[in-house]
């Protein structure tokens, strides 16, 4: 048996929000807003004097994403803890493995959500959730030409809500969310793997997975700010609310061949292989913020049919590895996030279709034991494929966020042994990705160019990796680039949080 206790605390200031203004303006202060036309053209930049935000006629004052003239800081106090218990028992040919868990996180943020002087918009959050998880497994001991997986598992999750945002710290009425709502999920699984021949194998799996989801609560419009998480001292009106639930349910399969030749020549080893396998993801509900009973909606279940083909491969004497894949994945009713005017922030919408195309060739070369070089290219196509609608425009071809077209990794190490038990510590690795968008819409604002960074570190450890002692180096050539995007032309700005400019430091590492 092996008991498994973990807990972590997180108490600071986050990165705050760049609002960049959206305005000309002189339409501002004519109470006639106009988009201005760097916006327009997603050029819209912090040092922008032409684009001012709609609620205060400003504009953050400079190009230098990580100065800020919000009036709060974002804070942050986030606490988790839980235990794992993990029991296995040997049969006569199989092995009987018990896996139970127990967690709960709350967190509690503030953040200044407009990213201005001004208080105009402000979002106290408040969440917390109780896990409780176990599963159970019989496992052949892989000795026979025929191997097997039979488990089943349970879930319960208890979350918790009450989210506040408020509208001029309180003043105007704001919008209250608190809700709860429980999950229960059961499953069963086999898995099979089967050697036809010393060249041919087959895999097969089935899964049947159930679920109950139960929302209670709403939002509210509510003002005044106190009690401890904050909330309204008033409740002005009640915008939506439900006491509901839903079951979902669905079978899902995986049906795979693997074929490994004799080879002889450049490959040492060889395997070609092609499965297809479908998912579900169980429906939910938007509940957060929603300002009006009709925007309380519910999801439908996500489901995916995955197919995938490739290789995998050994050459120069077992030093280097070469693997290929492409794919393609077919989305029913995925998840996608969408501004809306029932709602203060991107609500949860089902899209009746999304297609993703993709590539990947990796390789990997040890030609000593002290030396690793390796590179990683993908390929990726991520589009939806139903004529949904986002504020009036249709969504049919839009990439999904966050979907860069190219992406490229480039690494290598180099550790020799120095003597004394020491081994140098020399490392470097580089990444690439194309543009990509944050927005569902694509807009031009939220669209990212492609960009590179590069990481290195140097030092000193032992041979067995029981410590080490190294100084690194992350974002070398500081690069400038957006991590998160929230593109709001209705309130007058964009939000941009940017990834970390050039830093160094000092890490340890110790292993007991």
């Not at 690069?479 to 430091?505: A, E, H, K, M, S």
């Amino acid at each position: 048996m092996l008991v498994t206790v973990f807990g972590g605390q997180q108490n600071g200031e986050l990165q705050p929000y760049e609002g960049v203004g959206v305005f000309t303006p002189a339409s501002v202060a004519a109470g006639a807003p106009v988009f201005c036309g760097a916006y327009l053209a997603g050029r819209a930049t912090g040092g922008n004097s032409g684009c001012v935000r709609g609620t205060d006629g400003l504009f953050p004052g400079d190009n230098d994403p990580f100065t800020s003239n919000n009036n709060q800081p974002h804070t942050v106090r986030n606490r988790s803890i839980g235990a794992t218990v993990r029991y296995e028992h040997e049969f006569d040919g199989a092995t009987l493995t018990s896996l139970t868990s127990y967690q709960t996180f709350t967190r509690r943020q503030h953040e200044d959500s407009d990213g201005s002087p001004v208080n105009t918009i402000d979002v106290d959050y408040y969440n917390r959730i109780r896990q409780f998880n176990t599963e159970l497994r019989l496992t052949s001991n892989g000795q026979g030409r025929w191997n097997y997986v039979l488990g089943l598992y349970y879930e319960r999750d208890a979350y918790r809500n009450g989210d506040y945002l408020q509208i001029a710290r309180g003043a105007a009425p704001g919008f209250y969310s608190p809700f709860t709502q429980t999950s229960d999920a059961i499953a069963a699984f086999f898995h099979n793997d089967v050697q036809l021949t010393d060249h041919l194998s087959l895999t097969a799996g089935v899964r049947y997975s159930w679920e109950k989801v139960g929302l209670k609560g709403g939002t509210f419009a509510g003002t005044g700010l106190g009690g401890n998480p904050l909330a309204p001292t008033t409740i002005v009106a009640t915008l939506a609310q439900a006491d509901t639930s839903r079951t979902d349910d669905d079978a899902n399969f995986k049906l795979g061949i693997e074929w490994k030749p004799d080879v002889s020549g450049m490959f040492d080893k060889f395997m070609l292989y092609a499965n297809v396998s479908t998912g579900f993801r169980s429906g939910s509900y938007n509940a957060e913020f929603t300002a009006t009973q009709s925007a309380l909606t519910s999801l439908a279940p996500e489901k995916i049919t995955a197919y995938e083909a490739g290789f995998k491969s050994l050459l120069a004497n077992r030093t280097m590895q070469l693997n290929a894949a492409v794919f393609h994945y077919d989305f029913r009713d995925g998840f996608i996030n969408v501004d809306s005017a029932t709602s203060p922030i991107p609500v949860t919408i089902n899209a009746a279709a999304i297609n993703t195309w993709g590539a990947e060739l990796d390789w990997q070369w040890r030609p000593i034991n002290d030396l690793s070089v390796g590179m990683v290219l993908g390929w990726l196509d991520s589009r939806i494929d139903s004529d949904i609608t986002s504020g009036g425009a249709s969504l049919k071809g839009a990439r999904t966020v966050q979907s860069p077209r190219w992406t490229f990794t480039a690494q290598g190490s180099y550790m020799p042994a120095i003597g004394n038990g020491l081994k140098l510590i020399l490392a470097a690795d580089g990444n690439w990705r194309s543009s990509q968008f944050f927005e569902t819409v694509n807009s031009p604002s939220s669209l990212e160019p492609g960009f590179w960074l590069v990481n290195a570190r140097a030092g000193i450890g032992a041979e067995d990796d029981r410590w080490s002692l190294t100084a690194f180096a992350r974002n070398l050539t500081d690069t400038q680039y957006r991590t998160y995007v929230n593109d709001l032309p209705g309130f007058g700005w964009v939000l941009n949080i940017y990834g970390q400019p050039r830093t160094y430091g000092l890490a340890a590492n110790f292993k007991f």
